[in-house]
């Protein structure tokens, strides 16, 4: 492990869910100091517990605490939304979100007899993130980590053989969670547009979860003819 | 250069524009037999006879030929649309597809100053593969080779880094496709689920446009996870 070149405080909206906890995981892995956020600290706690017991012997590696989801935004330079898109909008309207840089994760996913599929965001002009970004005008909102499998963020490998696919309108954002991607790939995330483009990274995730039953898989996105530099 | 297994007569639709030219290179060079479509047969013949020359040499090549749209359809096993979107439905109406597996490659984009993006089918439930299936019931539409860059199936190299996304409704059309992606990747196509992901596989170019942008690059989609067996 290689300490990054900024270490950030992140607080993990949704850091008790699979994606959050894995995404924290990681985080702290590299050296940043993560709060898992919850609608209780009461909920947070043992669950920054287990990720702490697990980055026991990891050098350099971040703290990772827990609180509710409003006090781990309050000290968080960076906020992760990993949380359901089932009441997403409720949740970042209430969170103190000026000033942040936020990472949306967020898959608006529906379910159905013939399987995953993507909701439709404001009559096909909308996403996750552009709705957090309209919710926390004084936040800088980018999409991030949408694609990754949180099996295997939680597994055994190193780093996951997978793209972090980043899309935003303001550069200096869209380059934190570029950044924060390596922890999880080990290489800098794809710059991959604006942040409309979430309409597409959010549910491809629908595209991923059919392959993953049609293989037994967790598959991932992997960009081909990009030159990331010093992989 | 090995025989396919299934040798098919495709015709592909739009065949004189660069993803169709493309694709009909790719799958003569494999051995299947093409017509390469166009508004009129004076238009696609002499693109035919580029693709032919180009393939001078290569052992076990198809013949590649240029028709009308129509004609050429009339006596293919698979149909390839490559067309803009822009007039996709009068043309699919027009097409003698009956009884015929339909690969649509059409991708809805929209450009403007912010770069491309999805156009909204269908108020978001829709598609361009799923409105050719509405327009030809009695075919069995697929869509596949939406992510394909144009520039690197005319290249020089003997395949692409590329997966090859199918989604359908019908399982052996899906296998068609998945068949044919040889031709492109030198491996089969990913199943990935039911026509509607469509919403997702078309929209997604918009994704790696700009990232081609960003890193002067031709992006491709790769699959990591998914074991396709005999690679």
Not at 132 to 157: D, K, M
Request: proline share 4%; charged share 20%; net charge negative.
């Amino acid at each position: 492990m290689t300490e990054p070149v900024t270490s950030y405080r992140i607080a993990v909206m949704g850091g008790t869910g699979p994606q959050g906890k894995g995404l924290g995981y990681r985080f702290a892995r590299q050296g940043h100091t993560v709060v898992l956020g919850s609608r209780s600290a009461e909920k947070a706690v043992p669950v920054a517990e287990e990720v702490t017991a697990r980055l026991a012997g990891v050098e350099g590696a971040g703290t990772v605490s827990g609180a509710s989801n409003a006090e781990a935004c309050a000290e968080a330079d960076v906020v992760v939304l990993a949380v359901p898109w089932d009441g997403h909008d409720d949740l970042v309207a209430s969170l103190p979100l000026e000033g942040k840089t936020v990472v949306s994760c967020v898959n608006p996913l529906a379910f159905d007899k013939r399987g995953a599929h993507g909701q439709v965001i404001n009559g096909g002009e909308g996403s996750a993130a552009e709705s957090a970004q309209a919710l926390a005008p004084e936040a800088t909102v980018v999409g991030a980590f949408h694609n990754v499998s949180a099996v295997l963020l939680w597994g055994e490998e190193e780093y996951l053989d997978e793209d972090v696919l980043v899309v935003g309108d303001s550069v200096d954002a869209k380059g934190v969670a570029i950044e924060l991607a390596r922890s999880v790939s080990g290489r800098p995330g794809i710059d991959a547009g604006k942040l409309r483009l979430a309409r597409q990274l959010e549910p491809f995730t629908a595209v991923l979860i059919s392959i993953n039953r049609k293989y037994k898989t967790h598959a991932g996105i992997r960009i081909s003819g990009v030159d990331l530099g010093g992989e």
